[in-house]
C-alpha cells in the first residue's frame, strides 16, 4: 500500500477557514478530560522551558502555561494563532510563533516538548524524520509527552497507535518510559531522555 504524504498547510488553511475551532476545543468534554489527563501526566510540576508543537487555538497552551517558566507554541495556521495569542493575552510566559512542523522546529533546547494531535498529520516517513528532530532538542533528562486520538481518520497519513508505536521502535534504546496511558479514543505517553 502506497504511503500517505503529511498534510500540507493548504489542508488547516481550508480547516480553520470553515471554524474557528473545528475540533472543538472549547467546548467538547471529552477535550477536556483528555487535558485534564495530559496535564496530571506531566512527569514534574513545574518546568524551565516547553516546546508545544501544534499549539491550534491555545486551550491547552493556556493549561500548560501554568506549569511552565516558558513555552513556545507553534502552529502551521496564522489563525489559529492569532486565536491562541488572544486567550493567552495575559499569560506572560507564553511566545507563539508561526511553523511548519518538523521542517521550521526551532533549534533551542527544550525541558518537555508537548506532541498532542499533531503527529499523525505526517507521513510515516516525516514523523521519523521528526523524531530525531524532537530528540536533538530535548535536554538530559527532559520529556517527550505524545498525545493522540486513536480511531482511524481517512484524510490522516497515520493513526495515533502507529505514532506511538514508531516513536516507541525508534526511541527504545534512547529514551524510557514514564507513563503510558490509553482511554477509549486517545493515548499518552511520556518518554525521558537519559
Known amino acids: 500500500m502506497k504511503e500517505k ?3 500540507n498547510l493548504d489542508y488547516f488553511k481550508d480547516i480553520y477557514d470553515r471554524s474557528e475551532d473545528p475540533w472543538n476545543f472549547e467546548t467538547s468534554t471529552y477535550e477536556a478530560a ?3 489527563a495530559t496535564i496530571a501526566a506531566l512527569p514534574n510540576k513545574q518546568e524551565e522551558r516547553v516546546l508545544e508543537v501544534g499549539c491550534s487555538i491555545g486551550v491547552l ?6 506549569r ?8 502551521v495556521s496564522q489563525k489559529a494563532l492569532d486565536i491562541a495569542a ?5 499569560v506572560r510566559n507564553v511566545t507563539f510563533k508561526k511553523a511548519s512542523f518538523p521542517k521550521e522546529l526551532p533549534a533551542d ?3 518537555l516538548i508537548m506532541i498532542s494531535e499533531v503527529a499523525y498529520y505526517l507521513s510515516a516517513a516525516d514523523w521519523k524524520a521528526a523524531i530525531g528532530a524532537l530528540y536533538e532538542r530535548l535536554v538530559s533528562g527532559g520529556h517527550i509527552v505524545l498525545v493522540h486520538w486513536l480511531p482511524e481518520v481517512p484524510d490522516y497519513p497515520q493513526t495515533g497507535d502507529e505514532v506511538h508505536d514508531r516513536f516507541e521502535q525508534l526511541m527504545r534504546d534512547k529514551m ?3 507513563f503510558s496511558n490509553r482511554a477509549e479514543n486517545y493515548r499518552i505517553d511520556v518518554w525521558a531522555r537519559s
Open 5 to 7: 504524504k503529511s498534510l
Open 34 to 36: 483528555k487535558y485534564a
Open 61 to 66: 497552551t493556556q493549561l500548560l502555561a501554568q
Open 68 to 75: 511552565c517558566t516558558h513555552l513556545l507554541a507553534i502552529d
Open 86 to 90: 488572544r486567550r493567552c493575552e495575559h
Open 109 to 111: 533546547q527544550f525541558n
Open 176 to 178: 524510557k518510559s514514564v
